[in-house]
């Protein structure tokens, strides 16, 4: 596609459920960002991929979080043991390069109810 | 760590009326800087950069922006507002001092900018 694509648009999902997000980068962007976007806050870094592997985590709030690019291609966000406090929106972004412009998907808004 | 001020959370304005959006960063090696707007229920759209270049950055829809290093400031201004310009603008850093990175966005909380007929 022409853009980043996340899906889904809209999770709601049970407190203590497994939940996965997903993120289709524009084509042939090696770089592959996860923020994340709580109400009335500004996004937060969580993770950045280089190909397959992610470069730094440090933004990963806990081990409950865990992102896969197994084909330097499509990502996955998966959060285990859902909290309430998981809720936001994941925000999903890919750059050509890691110091280039970075073009953010629409977001996944998750629910934990 | 990188932090972004943005002064104002809702600011609004009467269509046709100056636009101005406040953003002070901290870092004392000028980093990138960024304004993006986030229209309801869509992602983020980048506005305009400032990549140590110009001081004075133009963007889209009529947007700009001045880099200050002696203020460590980036305000945003646009000279008439639009009913369409109403939506969220974010404040953006990358790269700087005390770590800052090739790669990582360390965004402001966010202005909430309404117009007015």
């Excluded at chain 2, 901290?26 to 980048?46: A, I, R, T």
């Excluded at chain 2, 990549?51 to 945003?76: D, P, Q, R």
Aim: hydrophobic fraction near 35%; proline fraction near 4%; glycine fraction near 10%.
């Amino acid at each position: 596609g022409a853009g980043v694509s996340q899906t889904p648009s809209n999770k709601v999902t049970e407190k203590g459920k497994y939940v996965e997000l997903r993120c289709d980068p524009i084509s042939g962007h090696t770089a592959l960002y996860w923020y994340r976007q709580s109400l009335g806050q500004g996004p937060e870094f969580l993770i950045y991929f280089q190909g397959t592997g992610a470069a730094d985590d440090s933004g990963l709030p806990n081990d409950r979080f865990f992102a896969v690019r197994p084909e330097g291609s499509v990502s996955t966000l998966k959060i285990q043991r859902t909290e309430r406090g998981d809720s936001a929106v994941y925000l999903c972004a890919s750059s050509l390069w890691e110091n280039t412009e970075a073009f953010f998907g629409q977001g996944t808004r998750l629910t934990v109810v | 760590a990188q932090s972004v001020t943005q002064l104002g959370s809702h600011v609004s304005v009467s269509e046709g009326a100056l636009v101005l959006l406040r953003c002070n960063y901290s870092s004392s090696v000028p980093p990138y800087l960024f304004w993006y707007v986030q229209y309801p229920n869509q992602g983020l759209q980048l506005l305009l950069k400032y990549t140590s270049a110009a001081t004075l950055v133009k963007g889209i829809n009529g947007f700009e922006a001045e880099f200050k290093k002696s203020e460590t400031s980036f305000h945003l201004t646009k000279p008439s507002a639009h009913m369409s310009d109403a939506a969220e603008y974010f404040c953006a850093v990358r790269g700087g001092d005390s770590g800052g990175s090739n790669y990582k966005l360390t965004f402001g909380k966010g202005t909430l900018l309404t117009v007015n007929p």
